[in-house]
C-alpha cells in the first residue's frame, strides 16, 4: 500500500500542529448506567494517541457512538468515552459539547501542545453518513477545519463511506494510525499466501450476513468450520430438521450448493445445545443434529462438535475466526464459544480475531487476549478486507 503512516507525521515534527485523528470509540454502554462495559476498542487507539502527545501535537478526537439519527441524542453521547479515555491516558482530556461548532472551535483553539481534546459524537451530524456527496463534503470542510493533519486509526470504520472517513482526508494531510497500519498488515496475510493447514470459523446468526466472505474464503481455505445461528441453515440444507432453531428458509438452497462446490471443506456441528426457550434460565439438553426436537432451539454448539472443531484447528498454522458459536451472553450458552476460542488459543497457529462479537466474546469470557496474535476492531471491516472489497478509508489514505 502507498499510504502514509504516523511514523511518517512525526518525523515530519507535529509540536504545536493540531492533529485530528478519526478513532473508533465505539464501544457497548450500559442501558441502565451509561457505563462503558468494554473499552477495547479505547485501549486500542492509545498507542497512537500516546506518540502524538509524547510528541507535542495538540490531538482532537472525532468518533461516532451508537445510531443517532443525525441529531444530538444524550444516549449516545461521547462524553463518558472521553473521561475513561482521560483514564487511560493519565491526563485530563477536554471535551467539546458538540461536533464543529462553537464549542468544538473553543475547545480545540484552547488545547497546549500535547493536550487532547474529544469532540461530540460525529453522527450527531447528518453529513456525517449523508448518501449526498455535497452535504456530507460541507461537513467533512467544517471537521477538516479543526485540524492541520488528519490520522484514521478507526479500522472499524474505513468500510464506510462517511465524511469523517472518507473525504476528510482529501482536504488534510493524511496518515494511517498504528492500528489501521496493523490491522491491514494482519489481513493482507490472510489474503496473500497464508500458511496452511488455513482454517477459518465463522458464527454468528445468518449465513446472509458471512454469505459473500464464505464464498471469496471457500476456494481458498483448508477447512471452513461454521457454528453459530448460521450452522442450521446448513443443516436444514443437508436434509435436517432444526426445530425451532433460526433459519433462513431464502438460503437453503445456496448452502447446499456451497457445500457441493467444495465436497467435505465444510464441517458442520454434529451435536447442539437445544433450549425450550431462547432464555438464560431455559430448560436445555444436548443432541445430536439429526434429532433436534420440533419445539426446541439450538443456542451452542455441543461438546462433541467443540472437540471435532478442536481438532480441526490443533492442525492448523493460519486461523481467522469470526462470529460466536452460540449465544454467549448467557452462561449456559457460552461453552462452544469458549472451547473453539480456547482450541484456537492453543493451536499455535497464526490466529486472528475477526472483530465484532468475537472479539467481545474473548472479553467477556475472560480469555487471555494475548494468546491470539490479532483481534480486531472492526467485525464488518475485516469481513470486507477478506471478501477482496475497496474499502472507502483505506482507499481515501491511498490518495
Given at each position: 500500500m502507498s499510504i502514509?503512516?504516523?511514523?511518517?507525521?512525526?518525523?515530519?515534527?507535529?509540536?504545536?500542529?493540531?492533529v485530528l485523528v478519526r478513532a473508533d470509540l465505539n464501544v457497548p454502554l450500559d442501558k441502565q448506567t451509561g457505563e462503558i462495559t468494554d473499552d477495547g476498542r479505547i485501549r486500542a487507539v492509545l498507542p497512537t494517541l500516546s506518540a502524538l502527545v509524547q510528541a507535542g501535537a495538540k490531538v482532537v478526537v472525532c468518533s461516532h457512538l451508537g445510531r443517532p439519527k443525525g441529531a444530538p441524542d444524550p444516549q449516545f453521547s461521547l462524553r463518558p468515552v472521553a473521561g475513561r479515555l482521560g483514564e487511560l491516558l493519565g491526563a485530563p482530556v477536554h471535551f467539546a459539547e458538540d461536533t464543529v461548532g462553537d464549542s468544538a472551535r473553543a475547545c480545540v483553539e484552547g488545547l497546549a501542545d500535547g493536550q487532547v481534546a474529544v469532540l461530540e459524537n460525529l453522527r450527531f451530524n447528518k453529513g456525517e453518513t449523508s448518501k449526498d456527496d455535497a452535504e456530507r463534503g460541507a461537513f467533512a470542510d467544517q471537521l477538516a477545519a479543526l485540524g492541520e493533519a488528519y490520522v484514521d486509526d478507526a479500522f472499524g470504520a474505513v468500510h464506510r463511506k462517511h465524511a469523517s472517513v472518507y473525504d476528510?482526508?482529501?482536504?488534510l494531510p493524511h496518515f494511517a494510525g498504528r492500528l489501521?497500519?496493523?490491522?491491514?498488515?494482519?489481513?493482507?496475510?490472510?489474503?496473500?499466501?497464508p500458511e496452511r493447514p488455513y482454517v477459518v470459523v465463522l458464527?454468528?446468526?445468518?449465513?446472509?450476513?458471512?454469505?459473500?466472505?464464505?464464498?471469496?474464503?471457500?476456494?481458498?481455505v483448508?477447512?471452513?468450520?461454521?457454528?453459530?445461528?448460521?450452522?442450521?441453515?446448513?443443516l436444514k440444507a443437508q436434509g435436517l430438521e432444526v426445530g425451532s432453531s433460526l433459519l433462513e428458509e431464502e438460503m437453503v438452497e445456496t448452502c447446499r450448493n456451497l457445500m457441493e462446490r467444495e465436497p467435505g471443506k465444510i464441517m458442520l456441528p454434529v451435536d447442539v445445545v437445544a433450549a425450550v426457550a431462547f432464555a438464560?434460565?431455559?430448560?436445555?439438553h444436548t443432541v445430536r443434529v439429526d434429532g433436534i426436537p420440533n419445539k426446541r432451539v439450538g443456542l451452542d454448539i455441543g461438546p462433541e462438535t467443540v472437540a471435532g472443531f478442536a481438532a480441526a484447528l490443533k492442525q492448523a498454522r493460519t486461523v481467522f475466526w469470526n462470529g460466536p458459536m452460540g449465544v454467549f451472553e448467557m452462561?449456559?450458552?457460552?461453552?462452544?464459544?469458549?472451547?473453539?476460542?480456547?482450541?484456537?488459543?492453543?493451536?499455535?497457529?497464526?490466529?486472528?480475531?475477526?472483530?465484532?462479537?468475537?472479539?467481545?466474546?474473548?472479553?467477556?469470557?475472560?480469555?487471555?487476549?494475548?494468546?491470539?496474535?490479532?483481534?480486531s476492531t472492526g467485525g464488518g471491516a475485516s469481513l470486507e478486507f477478506l471478501e477482496g472489497k475497496t474499502l472507502p478509508g483505506i482507499a481515501a489514505l491511498e490518495k
Open positions: 502514509r503512516n504516523l511514523d511518517d507525521l512525526l518525523a515530519e515534527g507535529v509540536p504545536g500542529r493540531r476528510v482526508p482529501a482536504r489501521v497500519l496493523r490491522e491491514v498488515e494482519v489481513l493482507s496475510k490472510l489474503t496473500g499466501d458464527g454468528g446468526s445468518k449465513v446472509s450476513d458471512k454469505l459473500a466472505v464464505i464464498e471469496a474464503l471457500l476456494p481458498k483448508d477447512r471452513l468450520l461454521i457454528g453459530g445461528g448460521m450452522c442450521f441453515t446448513f438464560p434460565d431455559a430448560e436445555h452462561a449456559a450458552f457460552a461453552n462452544g464459544t469458549r472451547g473453539v476460542a480456547e482450541a484456537i488459543a492453543k493451536s499455535g497457529a497464526f490466529s486472528v480475531v475477526g472483530g465484532g462479537d468475537s472479539a467481545a466474546a474473548v472479553r467477556t469470557l475472560g480469555l487471555d487476549e494475548s494468546a491470539f496474535d490479532h483481534i
